[in-house]
């Protein structure tokens, strides 16, 4: 698995990690993130249960693993939480933030703890003495509990699925380099997975106003600059919940 | 590096998912003899009604009848028991066998990790994922901890989960093993109970028919039913016996590693 810092003032830190030469062909590919703000870390949406032993391995060259504190899972996949138990069982002071919603859920991937309740209005997450990180509803983007994370310090945007991409093996740059030709590789996904053009424009909405320099979605490239905005476009004028 | 396959998830040595099968087909083996109590009960009820329907002399056989329906209900009580330890047992597997698999990740990530390092100890760490025999304390593992030992490195955390998640599973095998002991004793219980009891019963009503002048009633097909009964019994407990000695043999390889096992829980820095 590769590591590549997207941003870095000093205090706070952006890693993401993927593109997993190791992962069996029989997994998607996922991407997993790493913000560190004072040394704190907190991963979101760490991968499924085949991702653990590389995610460790990639990670320990990037903090501490014992100064992971936290981890956020954007909504209830497999290929985002079914880790779980694995990462109870490393670091087992970690406290686990999830929608409200998959709360009793997502505790069927094992470790036996109680998870952290996401409210339906989002929340702001504490990290290293920072108080900015903030969850962004994404409900029904896809899951029916769904967070984006808003970082307005590093102003980049977790999206979860939303700008997700199914790549073919070939392409494996970690950022969009021509959005015309990129979204060959998400109209399908997004017309599939995503059900509700309602929600879809909501959450466009909420984001709009951001000050956003990289989107960071957990399958697929990282949009920068100004296709961030080109994607909000896109996915606005996309009529989703309509593949089939 | 290798591809994540997860192929090191199954021991050599022993199967847990074997062990959980075996219990599980104990339990329902166990369980068909259930219906045959409901049927020696009816039997029995049947007996006692053509005895007090026919106002005959049949003080001392009501008596046999009596002690059969308590048989019978000793018999529910052990089945229920039986029950109840199969369930543990297997529920215990279960964790043992979700336990083996998290120790094969963290291997993976164990070898992953020190992949960074030299090539000894990532040689090590590899021979580590591949062992099959992680239950006895194996050179490399001793060569590997004392790499890490007093070095405040990833490794050393990974480790100290496999060690920890090891000596948990350890404890569950122990639970697993404790169970398995407890059927044992309630099988050998069912023996005595229900053939040796329902059988000796059935034969003494036998006598009792004859010589109390009920041997034109039906009162001797009636016993020779509850024989029947036993019989069955009998084929049905000694199907369990021999998963029970099935599941003996899958537990073997684990008994002396656990009997012997005396490894660290955590290594400290």
Known sequence: ?244 | MMAATGENMTQNSYNVSDINKRTLNIQHNLSLIKPLIRKTRYLAFNSKFTVDNLHMRGGSFSALVKELNTIVTDLESILNEVSHSAWEMAKSASKCQQMENQIAFYNRALFYTSQNKSTSISMLAYDLMKSKDWLKESPAEKQYQNSLFQKNTPEFTIWNVILSTRSEMIEEFERLFQYYRKLAKLVDKINWVAVQQINLIAITALVEASWTGFAKSNIPVLSNNIRAMARQITLVETNAINQLVDLHANLQPLETPIRSYNFQKRISA
Request: hydrophobic share 40%.
């Open chain 1, 1 to 244: 698995m590769i590591s590549h810092e997207l941003y870095n003032d000093g205090a706070r830190r952006w890693v993401y990690l993927g593109r997993d030469p190791n992962k069996s062909d029989t997994i998607i590919d996922t991407n997993q993130y790493l913000i560190v703000h004072n040394g704190e870390g907190m991963l979101l949406d760490p991968g499924g249960i085949e991702t653990f032993p590389s995610m460790v391995s990639t990670l320990s060259r990037e903090i501490e693993l014992e100064k992971i504190t936290t981890i956020f899972a954007s909504h209830q996949d497999p290929d985002i939480i079914s880790s779980l138990a694995l990462w109870f069982g490393l670091l087992p002071n970690i406290e686990v933030y999830v929608p409200w919603v998959w709360g009793t859920f997502i505790p069927h991937f094992g470790g036996g703890r109680v998870l952290k309740s996401i409210p339906d209005e989002g929340m702001t997450f504490s990290l290293g003495g920072s108080n900015d990180l903030t969850l962004v509803p994404a409900h029904y983007c896809h899951s029916s509990g769904n967070f984006s994370l808003y970082d307005p310090t590093a102003k980049v945007l977790f999206s979860g699925d939303i700008g997700a991409a199914l790549l073919p093996p070939s392409l494996t740059d970690i950022f969009v380099s021509n959005f015309s030709k990129h979204t060959q590789f998400m109209t399908g996904f997004h017309k599939r997975w995503m059900p509700s053009n309602e929600a879809k424009n909501k959450w466009v909405h909420r984001v709009r106003d951001l000050n956003i320099t990289l989107m960071c979605p957990q399958h697929g490239a990282i949009f920068r600059d100004g296709d961030v905005k080109q994607f909000q476009d896109w996915f606005e004028n996309l009529d989703v919940g309509s593949a089939i």
